[in-house]
């Protein structure tokens, strides 16, 4: 991979593309070329492809805006963090919800009128729950919108 860090969106998926092709190996070049160091020990190829992808697509769209690093950052340090109510019982158009199942990660796309999933849009997030497990789930809940057991409304959370 010439360019490791892609320099612009149009470049992105050409480098996600050779990224993913590589072998353990090839990997642990590219982390030593975009972060200056050999990669941890212990951490699996697909870990190791994730953090290069992010850093990746962080250099090419740009990262997280100061609001949300800090807010991170002091979670992180286990000071909380403040956590927003989503306005109604869904997210706002534009919001990306990322779901780990089975070791694959979901991404789903909260359009004006329902969710985008896999090139397919959906009227609800239980209909793209359900296209991912094969089974009946509470969308909200299983994209970590809503907590279980909840009697008293909506407790959808976003991180603000």
Known sequence: MSAPLAPSPDRLQVNL?????????GVGA??????????????????????????????????????????????????????IPLPGPGTTPGTLLVREWEG??????VLEEGFAWNGQSFESLSKVARAITGTNWNGPRFFGLRQKGNVTGSSDRRIG
Do not use: C
């Open 30 to 83: 590219l982390w030593r070329k975009v972060f200056g160091r050999a990669p941890p020990p212990g951490l699996s190829r697909a870990l190791l492809v994730r953090a290069l992808a992010y850093r990746i697509q962080e250099n090419a769209l740009g990262g997280l805006d100061r609001v949300t690093a800090r807010a991170l950052d002091r979670m992180a340090a286990g000071e909380g963090g403040s956590v």
């Open 17 to 25: 593309d050779r990224l993913t092709g590589m072998d353990l190996a």
């Open 104 to 109: 694959n990660f979901h991404r789903v796309m």
